[in-house]
T-cell receptor
């Protein structure tokens, strides 16, 4: 069955460092991969979308890579700040008929 | 704010009650979604409406009944729920409603959710 794995343990890093979150998937050939941020008691907020034919995408301090051979996406936040502390969700979308499916999320804690 | 408003924010109901969750989007989008988020579990897609027609129903129990009277409003009617239905219910919308959108090719705009507790 299709599976999306994100590290369920919280990632703790020091302010100013680069945070790297991982999204691995099995039994899936996604056409799209999205990353969302979710704060406690709020709905997810869209961050980035990357397509299967794109290797990397950047937006300000964010960078996403998509390796369809390794079946993995990496999400980087450079120069991290305490305000970046949140849960980050990856989501995969397939071709027509395959709805967006979310991973369980990884909680990031950036300490000052 | 994201332009997607959900009410109420919190709801406590007994198993014999009937209640409704409401979602309104002010973005002019053409597709709307209901997701369920339980503690320690990923978001689960429940229903999708594209241009006011239901296009997806992920084997959701009949005690959950969606309604989409127009492209801006979405309801989730609840009746005879179980304690395991306690969760955060999230509404989302997307601009496009075609096959690319429904397969994850466009971004979703989420509301803040309704935290539901079933006693």
């Amino acid at each position: 069955s299709q599976k999306i794995e994100q590290n369920s343990e919280a990632l703790n890093i020091q302010e100013g460092k680069t945070a790297t979150l991982t999204c691995n998937y099995t039994n899936y050939s996604p056409a799209y991969l999205q990353w969302y941020r979710q704060d406690p008691g709020r709905g997810p907020v869209f961050l980035l979308l990357i397509r299967e034919n794109e290797k990397e995408k950047r937006k300000e301090r964010l960078k996403v890579t998509f390796d369809t051979t390794l079946k993995q996406s990496l999400f980087h936040i450079t120069a991290s700040q305490p305000a970046d502390s949140a849960t980050y969700l990856c989501a995969l979308g397939g071709n027509a008929g395959n709805m967006l499916t979310f991973g369980g999320g990884t909680r990031l804690m950036v300490k000052p | 704010e994201t332009g997607v408003t959900q009410t109420p924010r919190h709801l406590v109901m007994g198993m014999t009650n009937k209640k409704s969750l409401k979602c309104e989007q002010h973005l002019g989008h053409n597709a709307m979604y209901w997701y369920k988020q339980s503690a320690k579990k990923p978001l689960e897609l429940m229903f999708v409406y594209s241009l006011e027609e239901r296009v997806e129903n992920n084997s959701v129990p009949s005690r959950f009944s969606p309604e989409c009277p127009n492209s801006s409003h979405l309801f989730l009617h609840l009746h005879t729920l179980q304690p395991e239905d306690s969760a955060l219910y999230l509404c989302a919308s997307s601009q496009e409603a075609g096959s690319e959108a429904l397969s994850g090719g466009v971004k979703l705009f989420f509301g803040s959710g309704t935290q539901l507790s079933v006693l």
